[in-house]
Nanobody
Framework: VQLQASGGGLVQAGGSLRLSCAAS????????IGWFRQAPGQEREFVAA????????YYADSVKGRFTISRDSAKNTVYLQMNNLKPEDTAVYYC????????????????????WGQGTLVTVSS
């Protein structure tokens, strides 16, 4: 599966953005999707994940209550709604896919994911 992240941009602190992770090549069914971000000079960190059923979600403490991950099977797309953005949210955001053959799992470890999108830059000004 090929993933493409989009929706990044420049926003003032307190503002909102919605990122999209669109899949091509095959359906996202059976793929758990995670969002990660990487700020300059820092390691890639987990942001949020959603199971292939959509029934389970998990968030990093730093974004809990501000970000919402969701998926639209009909559009073969996963979204990350980001509200009340802060300057420390500035980073390149990546979506990643994990094929799940049995059960329903989420991972916060980026090394568990098999497929990655190209990233989209989010810049939050103070």
């Amino acid at each position: 599966v090929q993933l493409q992240a989009s929706g990044g941009g420049l926003v003032q602190a307190g503002g909102s953005l919605r990122l999209s992770c669109a899949a091509s090549g095959r359906t996202l069914s059976r793929y758990s999707i995670g969002w990660f971000r990487q700020a300059p000079g820092q390691e890639r960190e987990f942001v949020a994940a959603i199971s292939w059923t959509g029934g389970m979600t998990y968030y990093a403490d730093s974004v809990k209550g501000r970000f919402t991950i969701s998926r639209d099977s009909a559009k073969n797309t996963v979204y990350l709604q980001m509200n009340n953005l802060k300057p420390e949210d500035t980073a390149v955001y990546y979506c990643a896919g994990l094929l799940v053959l049995v059960g329903s799992v989420l991972h916060v470890d980026p090394n568990k994911y098999d497929y990655w999108g190209q990233g989209t830059l989010v810049t939050v000004s103070s």
